[in-house]
């Protein structure tokens, strides 16, 4: 059973960089065909994909965050991560990890991320 952890700091201020870890258990991110992804909710909105990155490496961008968003891996440490740059108080949310083949199998708890000065 592939498990989840979102980990990162607890509040972020306004212009800095919001970077979340997301450790994998259970399964390896190079698994063959195997994609993780990063998601958020803000309050009170639907869910919003920001991105993912496949088991090869390649990166897949949301159009909505592509100049704003990176999510480096590494495989030693069977993680990856989201990197925001530029944040504002629009990008408070709860932010996900999900993994899985062809739908989002696998979630993480999700982690509350503040943007506030």
């Known amino acids: 059973q592939v498990q989840l952890q979102e980990s990162g700091p607890g509040l972020v201020k306004p212009s800095q960089t919001l970077s979340l870890t997301c450790t994998v258990s259970?399964?390896?991110?190079?698994?063959?065909?195997?994609?993780w992804s990063w998601i958020r909710q803000a309050p009170g909105k639907g869910l919003e994909w920001m991105g993912a990155i496949a088991y090869s490496g390649s990166l897949y961008d949301s159009p909505s965050h592509k100049s704003r968003t990176s999510i480096p891996r590494d495989t030693a440490k069977n993680q990856f991560t989201l990197q925001l740059s530029s944040v504002t108080p629009e990008d408070t949310a709860v932010y996900y990890c999900?993994?899985?083949?062809?739908?989002?199998?696998?979630w993480g708890k999700g982690t509350l991320v503040p943007v506030s000065s």
């Open positions: 259970g399964g390896s991110i190079t698994t063959n065909y195997y994609y």
């Open positions: 999900a993994s899985g083949h062809s739908t989002m199998d696998y």
